[in-house]
């Protein structure tokens, strides 16, 4: 009945997490939800002052299709001092959210058949979106080296097929920090290799233990006529629902972007445009630095209750705000890989015997994984990763 493309991709397993975590708690269990990729917060003053004066203003009409021009020009200005470069208006499409920028990207690069390097465990919209487009996700596995790709790794699988490889630092599920060196290995690749690198920074702000985020673009500047980078306030500003997010990148691409924007969605909602602009031209770093303060208290509280972990690793949690553990040592090895335990079994024995919804890693290509959230109250925090432990150490 339906077409082909929709049987190419399940639906997002983070959407299925958060929503197994619903009906417990409809059903009367008390939920401490950990699955959410977005941080509890309240609005910034700058985004709600801004979005009021839209009102006032009676902002009612379309804008440019990729943003209004003062919104672009000030993203322009932002993305030139996280870079170190100079970038114009005309590299930046405003979009709604990250995910549409990344899935414009998708349709605008790749051809039936290409290949996009997605390092593993990956967010899921990666690959799905890869698949929509057309093109095949290859996998390399980075569980061996902290969840950061070894280059020979990349070298290995590049063939003519490649199109393009998707980095995404600080990464979600892992937590990953880039390092500079593998950054500069990739960027050099990348030139060597003709392939475009899909920069996904939206956890950029989030960095910690002496972990730096580094724009690919700064350390290799060869690479900016084939490298997108993606962006958002999404997460930056605790602001999911806004839908606000951006893609700089060179100015055919972002032609292209237009053309087919001009044809789904359209500008991304004028009211929030506004909201934005206005944060970045009178935001003074205040709410941002509180955001970061807040995430870094919970990261702490966090790691301090799964300090008390026996058998799984602490995790690193270099960036971001999500905890990703690796279960391999509690889960049960089995003949049949077929019926292998896997963090599924965790996930679902978490909800049932702790009331803590998590992420499994099947959902992101690793089934020994599990992803939490610590952009929730401190409070319901500790007392969920508690419970947490309590299961994982009893596991057998
Ligand atoms: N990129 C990554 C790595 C994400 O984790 C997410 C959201 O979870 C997004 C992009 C999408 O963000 P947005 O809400 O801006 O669409």
């Not at 208006?89 to 605008?108: D, H, R, Y």
């Not at 690959?127 to 290859?138: E, R």
């Not at 993606?230 to 060179?250: E, I």
């Not at 998590?358 to 959230?373: E, I, K, M």
Request: glycine share 8%; proline share 5%; with cysteine.
């Amino acid at each position: 009945m339906l077409a082909q493309r929709t049987k190419l991709f399940k639906s997002s397993g983070t959407a299925a997490a958060r929503a197994a975590a619903k009906a417990a708690a409809d059903a009367g269990m008390e939920i401490v939800d950990l699955t959410a990729g977005e941080i509890w917060s309240d609005l910034a003053p700058t985004i709600r002052d801004g979005a009021i004066e839209a009102i006032r203003q009676g902002l009612n009409r379309y804008t440019d299709t990729i943003g209004s021009m003062e919104l672009r020009e000030a993203l322009a200005r932002k993305v030139s001092v996280e870079t170190g470069q100079l970038w114009l208006a005309e590299e930046i499409a405003v979009t709604s959210g990250a995910k549409q920028a990344l899935f414009n990207v998708a349709m605008a690069l790749i051809n039936p058949g290409d290949q996009v390097i997605i390092p593993a465990p990956y967010w899921t919209t990666f690959p799905a979106q890869v698949q929509i487009a057309g093109g095949t996700p290859v996998h390399i596995d980075t569980r061996g080296n902290g969840y950061v790709p070894r280059i020979d790794d990349i070298r290995r699988v590049v063939t003519p097929l490649t199109r393009a490889i998707v980095v995404n630092t600080p990464g979600n599920p892992t937590g990953a920090v880039y390092d500079a060196e593998t950054l500069v290995a990739i960027g050099r690749l990348a030139v060597e290799q003709d392939l475009w690198i899909i920069f996904d920074e939206c956890y950029a702000p989030f960095t910690y233990d002496g972990h730096r985020h580094h724009p690919v673009v700064s350390l290799v500047p060869e690479v900016r006529a084939r490298m997108v980078i993606v962006n958002s306030f999404s997460k930056s500003l605790a602001l999911t629902g806004w839908r606000v997010g951006y893609l700089a990148a060179p100015k055919e691409l972002i032609s292209a972007v237009k053309g087919l924007q001009s044809h789904t969605t359209s500008n991304p909602n004028v009211v929030a445009q506004h909201a934005v602009q206005h944060h970045l031209r009178d935001g003074d770093g205040t709410f941002e630095a509180r955001l970061r303060g807040q995430l870094k208290a919970a990261r702490q509280a966090g790691l301090a209750a799964l300090s008390q972990l026996q058998r799984v690793p602490i995790p690193e949690a270099q960036g971001g705000f999500y905890f990703y553990l690796d279960l391999s040592s509690v889960l049960r090895p089995t003949l049949d890989d077929d019926h292998a335990e896997t963090s599924d079994d965790i996930v679902s024995a978490l909800l049932a015997q702790a009331g803590v919804a998590g992420v499994s890693g099947t959902a992101f290509g690793d089934a020994v994984g599990l992803r939490f959230s610590y952009g929730i109250p401190p409070e319901l925090l500790e007392a969920g990763l508690e419970r947490v432990v309590r299961v994982l150490n009893a596991w057998i």
